[in-house]
């Protein structure tokens, strides 16, 4: 008698391996442009802290709030990207955090750091 041992359902995937392959490859290259560009950052200025994101002190200086928003957005976006390739890692990439019902491929293509569905709220 052949058993057939499935993975956990919070662990299977509804995408396929090209599929995965292909966000795997978005993400990585995402991660890649977004250390580049908070490298940058880095290297014209000193970076501040704050809270949840980076902010650069010349730049709040020069350009008060505009600065801190870019800042904190590329921080999070950095931190989501992150948070996506460690869910893929983990098997749970493409599922919501929330619900744990798959995301649609559709959605994981145009936002592949995503982690909820549309029906959480469509937060990342």
Do not use: F
């Amino acid at each position: 008698m052949t058993r057939t041992i499935t993975a956990p359902a919070h662990t299977r995937s509804h995408l396929t391996s090209a599929q995965r392959q292909e966000l795997e490859a978005e993400l990585r290259l995402e991660l890649a442009r977004l250390e580049r560009s908070l490298e940058r950052r880095r290297a014209s200025g000193t970076m501040l802290l704050n809270d949840d994101h980076a902010v650069l002190a010349s730049d709040a200086a020069e350009h008060g709030g505009a600065a801190t928003v870019l800042a904190g957005r590329a921080a999070r976006h950095h931190a989501a990207v992150v948070s996506a390739l460690d869910r893929m890692q983990i098997g749970t990439y493409g599922s919501c955090v929330a619900c744990t019902e798959p995301i649609p491929y559709g959605r994981l293509l145009a936002m592949p750091e995503t982690a909820y569905c549309l029906s959480c709220g469509g937060r990342t």
